[in-house]
């Protein structure tokens, strides 16, 4: 088995569901976790559209993460040995008789409730149902067994905690575990009264040899509450709470098909290009729904984090990035354009598709604002269990909206040269710290970055150097640019000219000569202070590329929608690094 001593840049989908998500399963998905494995593989698979479709280059790593809520459902449902088979919930359920508005209106009415309310019918009390979930987790752990190839492909076991909020609000977490070692029950909103229950509950049972790691997404939906000080219940963080969550809560899920989580214009630390995959707009007062809240943006959590670690506090909110597709259609990894397959049966008449393209969903808005969806890359030893896991946890990752574009960063003690360096890499690992590390000390550290485009995906454009920090108990962020395709430098205020990039949106052929297959700098901070608590990432930037919208409309040959753009400027995040007095 290979493997990499100065470490591998390794692509996967940690948010996938299948048909065993109930809400999936009313959808019409019956493809199961095994096909879906087979689909991250690279194999061609017959998706609930009917569209036969194939991941144009395999994952390297995967997890499914069906709703853990509906397990005991799945089991008894879809199992015709089981006695609750023939139930009226059972029928309803494989056959449904409600049309979607309805069963969501149902079901946000009844599932914000903490516990989530079982059904009577197939269970008679709480140890019934925990039963009944137990053999589609078991199911689930064997089925990442199967497809788990140490070397080639790595099957992560996991699932996904789902807790909602009224207005379709989220508190979601995607649950994954390090070996074959893994908790009893898939603790999910069916176990627990708020958040800090949920971390309290799966710390108790996850015991070594057993280690999992937890990763919020859709915090966008989170109606602020997923980064506020209070739990969902107005109830107050213990130092105790906060630890559980600063061990579990590695990582964010910063961009998925339901939008990007970093910052939005007009709310809290936000800059010129953080509106990418927004759905909602800015809230007018606390406690709205529907709205964006400050306190459900990684941007801002990062720097509270950072402002109560000055104050001699935990921080809680100590996250790497990543991305993932947050796919109901069990594709794991299917984030190209120009093969939007969730959608393909639409496409087969000019009609369907201005249906689609005009219509609404009923949780999110319209369907046509959902984004591809994102990928998560870690940087590790193997393309092992242990080796991506400990990746992840160490936070030595990054995000992408979609393209599988590669972001390396480090801090610390680096020469300047080092982009021309055939031994950086080594002097990287030695005198530094690699993406989701922390640097110390009274010096200015330097920084390295370098970015590799995705060959089948738009050039590079820029690399964005993203600081937040503390100064006189405010919170403060500063973006610039630090390298530039082109041989275009910074001006004045830190930022290049716009890129000379364009696309022609009725063939949507590219015309990105302008930017790079590579960009590579090493910066320091100007406004350096050896006393300041502050973090550091970097954002890079692709060439503008057709959105999915726009192809989808002209191959169907209608109009594309007007108020959704024909472009999109894709991109990748780093993990922060850390700087502590």
């Known amino acids: 088995m290979a493997r990499f001593p100065h470490r591998e840049a390794f692509f996967g989908d940690l948010h996938v569901h299948t048909s065993w998500s109930t809400d999936a399963f009313f959808y019409g998905n019956r493809v199961g976790p095994r096909d879906a494995w087979r689909f991250a593989q690279g194999e061609a698979v017959r998706l609930p559209t009917g569209i036969v479709a194939q991941l144009a280059v395999p994952l390297d790593f995967a997890a499914i993460t069906d709703h853990a809520e509906g397990f005991d459902r799945i089991g008894m449902c879809t199992d015709p040995d089981h006695p609750k088979y023939g139930s009226r919930t059972c029928e309803d359920m494989r056959n449904p008789q409600v049309d979607i508005d309805e069963f969501f209106a149902r079901a946000l009415t009844r599932f914000v409730q903490w516990p989530r309310p079982r059904s009577a019918e197939l269970c008679a009390d709480l140890d019934a149902c925990v039963a009944a979930a137990r053999p589609t987790w078991r ?95 107005g109830s107050e963080y213990t130092e105790a709470d906060l630890e559980r969550r600063l061990r579990l809560d590695r990582l964010v ?3 998925q ?82 093969r939007h397959s969730r959608f393909a049966h639409a496409m087969e008449t000019p009609e369907s598709a201005r249906e689609l393209l005009a219509g609404a969903h009923p949780l999110a808005g319209p369907w046509r604002r959902f984004s591809e969806g994102g990928l998560a890359g870690v940087w590790a030893e193997a393309n092992t269990r242990t080796d991506i896991f400990d990746a992840l946890r160490r936070r030595e990752a990054f995000a992408t909206s979609g393209s599988r574009l590669r972001i390396r960063f480090f801090g610390g003690d680096l020469p300047a040269d080092m982009g021309a360096r055939e031994d950086a890499l080594e002097i990287a690992y030695a005198r530094g710290v690699a993406m989701g590390g922390d640097l110390e000390g009274g010096d200015p550290p330097t920084f390295w970055v370098r970015a590799s485009q995705d060959p089948d995906a738009a050039t590079l454009d820029r690399i964005q150097a ?41 063939t949507c052929e590219r015309r990105d000569d302008a930017g790079a297959a590579e960009l590579d700098a090493t910066f320091t901070d100007p406004a350096f202070q050896p006393d300041q608590h502050a973090f550091y990432y970097v954002r890079v930037m692709e060439n503008p590329s057709c959105r999915w919208t726009t192809w989808f409309a002209n191959g169907a040959g209608v109009p594309p929608p007007d108020d959704v753009p024909l472009t999109v400027r894709n991109r990748g995040w780093s993990s922060a690094i850390w700087r502590e007095p």
């Open 253 to 255: 899920e910063v961009t």
């Open 466 to 506: 993203v600081k937040g920090w503390v100064e006189a108990g405010e919170h403060r962020h500063r973006v610039w640019d630090v390298a530039c395709a082109g041989g275009r430098e910074p001006g004045e205020d830190g930022r290049c000219a716009p890129t000379p990039a364009s696309v022609d949106t009725a």
């Open 139 to 233: 199911r689930t752990q064997a089925a990442a067994d199967e497809f788990d190839r140490p070397g080639r492909f790595t099957a992560l076991i996991g699932y996904e905690f789902t807790g909602l909020l009224p207005g379709g609000g989220m508190l979601h977490r995607n649950v994954l575990f390090r070996g074959a070692h893994v908790t009893q029950d898939a603790i999910s909103a069916n176990d627990v009264v708020n958040q800090a229950d949920f971390f309290r509950q799966l710390d108790a049972a996850c015991r070594p040899p057993c280690e999992v790691l937890t990763i919020p997404h859709n915090t966008n939906f989170s109606w602020g509450l997923m980064f506020a000080d209070t739990d969902r219940d």
């Open 257 to 338: 098909r339901k939008g990007s989580s970093e910052c939005q214009l007009g709310v809290g630390a936000a800059d010129e290009d953080c509106n990418l995959g927004i759905l909602f707009p800015p809230c007018a007062a606390e406690g709205q729904t529907g709205c964006a809240h400050e306190t459900s943006f990684v941007r801002d959590a990062l720097l509270d984090g950072i402002d109560r670690k000055s104050r001699g506090r935990i921080n809680p909110f100590k996250l790497g990035m990543i991305g993932s597709t947050d796919t109901h259609q069990s594709d794991p990894g299917n984030t190209d354009a120009r």
